[in-house]
């Protein structure tokens, strides 16, 4: 796997924010709402986000230790 460059770093930080920014969106439906078939939707989409985001945690970290690895 070769790094990632700058310009891919920036673009997956950018979509951690978005993927983070849509997680508090729905859990704030979810808070707000009395209708079960919104909550249920918006739960659904909670856990697709949190999913999107780990993915690109992984993305970021796998980057990071071989960053470190190059280094030593």
Known sequence: MQPLTTK???YIVDSMSNEDLLIKQCVAI???TQNQNVKQVCQTMVNQH???Y???MNVMQQHQSMGTSQTQ
């Open 8 to 10: 891919e770093l920036e």
């Open 50 to 52: 949190q999913q999107h």
């Open 30 to 32: 979810i808070g707000s």
């Open 54 to 56: 780990q993915q690109l």
